[in-house]
């Protein structure tokens, strides 16, 4: 099963971008979906997370810039990045943990740039 997160780009400094990414059909039961993110020489960390519920979490450096939301009916996350940082240049996976696993997406890249 793959997931296409989409909505990467090349942005300046200051800008903002959505990205989102849908479960296909096949996944049920859904709980928490996620953003993670991978700069290069790094290793993968997480940005944001959202339950069922819409109880949100966010890693610090992305605390008041970052908006994390879901739509239930249609299987999508979405990640509202604003105020964007050269420090944010990454590429972006989306995660789905459902009842019968965990689902990554392909990743999706956003460069920060002047």
């Known amino acids: 099963v793959q997931l296409q997160a989409s909505g990467g780009g090349l942005v300046e400094p200051g800008g903002s971008l959505r990205l989102s990414c849908a479960a296909p059909?096949?996944?049920?039961?859904?709980?928490?979906m996620g953003w993670y993110r991978q700069a290069p020489g790094e290793q993968r960390e997480l940005v944001a997370g959202?339950?069922?519920?819409?109880?949100?979490n966010y890693a610090d450096p992305v605390k008041g810039r970052f908006t994390i939301s879901r739509d239930n009916t249609k299987k999508t996350v979405y990640l509202q990045m604003n105020h964007l940082k050269p420090e944010d240049t990454a590429v972006y996976y989306c995660?789905?943990?459902?009842?019968?696993?965990?689902?990554w997406g392909r990743g999706t890249l956003v460069t920060v740039s002047s």
């Open positions: 059909s096949s996944i049920f039961s859904i709980n928490v």
């Open positions: 995660l789905i943990v459902a009842s019968d696993g965990n689902y």
């Open positions: 959202i339950t069922y519920g819409g109880s949100t």
